[in-house]
């Protein structure tokens, strides 16, 4: 059973606000992923890492900026969120083996008004 | 560089239908193909994999072969449950810390009673 999880599941907030979404995974996985989901399902990367004090940009240009200090943890910052920013946004994590199959959390739901 | 194509959907289907969505690849060597699928309000999970041309996947009555010759990973299943809605994603992975995955754009399937 795969253990990854985001909060907050929800979010809804104002033009301008900084949020910060978190992802977190006690899998020991070394690469982490953050896609964004748009309405038709198609996934989108945004951001990754490899691992600690790694992180590199999705082929999705994003506003958003992400943070890797410990293995376990890679949370998601807007710093001013937009209307344009409302989407579902999955946390993923993948295991080195020969497979690398990715392990996703819930995803967070996040409206911008 | 490496692409998967997925049939679009959605799929409507009547309860103990057979399923088939139709996913090819292009990608050089000898990549590992999977299906994730994704149910209302979830992450996506692993439904099913297989790491080498000839190999059969198998989960949950789903199946899926992998196909050099043709490029090709379809899913299918024998007869669906109103249980199986979900959205179904077909993605291709490598082995090697950098490489990262490349996934369809999914297929919404619908089962009727």
């Known amino acids: 059973e795969a253990d990854i999880y985001q909060t907050p599941r929800y979010l809804v907030i104002g033009t301008g606000k900084k949020i910060t979404l978190e992802c977190s995974q006690t899998?020991?996985?070394?690469?982490m992923y953050w896609y964004q989901q748009d309405p038709g399902m198609e996934l989108h990367l945004i951001h990754y890492s490899y691992g600690v004090n790694s992180t590199e940009k999705g082929d999705l240009s994003s506003e958003s900026t992400v943070s890797r200090i410990r293995t376990e943890h890679f949370p998601l910052t807007l710093e001013s969120a937009r209307p344009s920013h409302t989407s579902q946004y999955l946390c993923?994590?993948?295991?080195?083996?020969?497979?690398?199959?990715?392990?996703f959390g819930p995803g967070t739901r996040l409206t911008v008004l | 560089g490496d692409s998967v194509t997925q049939m679009e959907g959605p799929v409507t289907l009547s309860e103990e239908a057979f399923l088939t969505i139709n996913c090819t690849y292009t990608a050089t060597g000898y990549p590992s193909l999977f299906w994730y699928v994704q149910y209302p309000g979830e992450g996506l999970q692993l439904l099913l994999k297989a790491t080498k041309a000839d190999d059969k996947g198998s989960n949950k009555g789903f199946e899926a072969t992998y196909r050099k010759e043709t490029t090709s990973f379809h899913l299918e299943k024998g007869s669906v449950q109103v249980s199986d809605s979900a959205v179904y994603f077909c993605?291709?992975?490598?082995?090697?810390?950098?490489?990262?995955?490349?996934f369809g754009r999914g297929t919404s399937l619908i089962v009727h009673p």
């Open positions: 993923a994590s993948s295991d080195r083996t020969v497979t690398d199959t990715q392990y």
């Open positions: 993605a291709l992975h490598r082995s090697g810390g950098s490489y990262i995955p490349t």
């Open positions: 899998m020991g996985h070394d690469k």
